[in-house]
């Protein structure tokens, strides 16, 4: 039976054999520059990633008014992205460079449990804050205690170990195993046992039913709801409207298109390594060893490990309060001047939300949900 001479966590390939000797042999030169390459991008997914989301939580930690609801996930999602990049995208460009397992048994067990963990915290957490604009779009005339930033932290952190706990399954079944291959013995780090075929069969759709179809369907459900609800209180609003009343239209807007814009990103980066995790598992047999399937094995990761690192930018890209935070930041300065809120999710003007159907404000300010703008 064949193995991956490196460490076969999802979303490793349960079958290839991971070395450039098996590759089609390029020349010394080619060869250099092709592992040097490979270097370069997975150093540069960690640096910007680093940076971003180092900026980000900075940027929570340094103010108390920037702890609302939306922020907290966010600051959990950061935190989940530094998790990966720090442990399990380095280990993977190491495996570039060395033919067999190098890290030993307890790397073998804990890197993809790491690697999975952050998975579920990105996904789960995307899945939270679909729920929690659907909330704000869809009722906005819930009543937001003063205690619904300690209730979203229990979340965050009720996330973080259902996310751990999912992954436990992988310390206990990756183990590190000796391959003979054409007269070779070398050291490999394999995510299942090498004698039950089911077990990557299995192991695979699981992976792709909980970290990405079934999360996804539920974000769909909740932005079906709230793009429904969006097109309804556009023709349902009265010709003439407060300026007031439009901000807060245009505030629920932009704060649902950043949340779909992480789910689009997240879902970009890891379906093609999911689709290509599940057709090794079904052939764990058959060993392509042709340059075109490394290729793509590799954009695939690249790609994945990539995600890690785009929602700082995106929220760089959606959000002008969120640009000048982070600009300042960089800079190393204090701000200029002090906002009446300095979430770069909150208002400069932090305002009661009113209904966005044809519910008119409530006279005493109450039974309204306070929401939020970039």
Not at 230 to 250: N, T, V, W, Y
Request: with cysteine; aromatic share 10%; charged share 15%.
């Amino acid at each position: 039976m064949d193995a991956t001479p490196g460490n076969s966590s999802f979303p490793e390939d349960p079958a290839e054999l991971d070395k450039f000797a098996d590759e089609p042999e390029p020349d010394g030169g080619t060869d250099l520059v092709m592992r040097y390459v490979i270097l370069s991008a997975y150093v540069v997914i960690i640096t910007v990633g680093l940076l971003g989301n180092i900026t980000l939580v900075k940027i929570f930690i340094s103010n108390s008014a920037m702890r609302s609801v939306p922020n907290i996930f966010i600051s959990s999602l950061a935190a989940g992205d530094l998790l990966l990049l720090v442990t399990c995208v380095p280990v993977d460009a190491f495996r570039y460079f060395f033919e067999e397992w190098i890290f030993g048994t307890v790397a073998c067990k804990l890197i993809p449990v790491i690697q999975l963990t952050s998975v579920g915290v990105s996904v789960f957490t995307l899945t939270a804050l679909s729920a929690d604009r659907y909330k704000a779009i869809v009722n906005p005339m819930d009543i937001q205690t003063s205690s619904a930033v300690l209730w979203t932290c229990l979340k965050a952190v009720s996330i973080w170990l259902v996310s751990v706990l999912l992954a436990v399954p992988e310390a206990i079944f990756s183990q590190v195993v000796h391959i003979q291959d054409k007269n070779v013995t070398f050291t490999a780090c394999v995510p299942y046992p090498l004698s039950n075929e089911m077990h990557p069969k299995i192991h695979s759709v699981l992976i792709f039913l909980v970290y990405f179809l079934i999360p996804l369907g539920i974000i769909s459900v909740y932005y079906y709801h709230i793009a429904r609800t969006l097109i309804k209180s556009a023709h349902d609003m009265p010709g003439e409207i407060s300026e007031h009343s439009k901000r807060q239209m245009e505030t629920r807007k932009r704060l649902a298109k950043i949340v779909l814009v992480f789910v689009g990103l997240f879902a970009l980066c890891w379906f093609p390594n999911h689709v290509l995790y599940m057709y090794r598992s079904f052939n764990y047999r058959h060993i392509d060893s042709s340059l075109s399937h490394f290729i793509i094995t590799l954009l695939a990761r690249v790609l994945s490990f990539s995600s890690s690192c785009v929602n700082p930018f995106a929220l760089y890209m959606l959000s002008e309060s969120f640009r000048r935070h982070f600009n300042s930041q960089l800079r190393c300065q204090r701000k200029p001047y002090h906002e009446r809120n300095a979430s770069f999710l909150q208002s400069t003007s932090a305002v009661r939300m009113t209904s966005i159907k044809k519910n008119p404000p409530a006279a005493n300010g109450h039974g309204t949900r306070q929401e939020v703008s970039l």
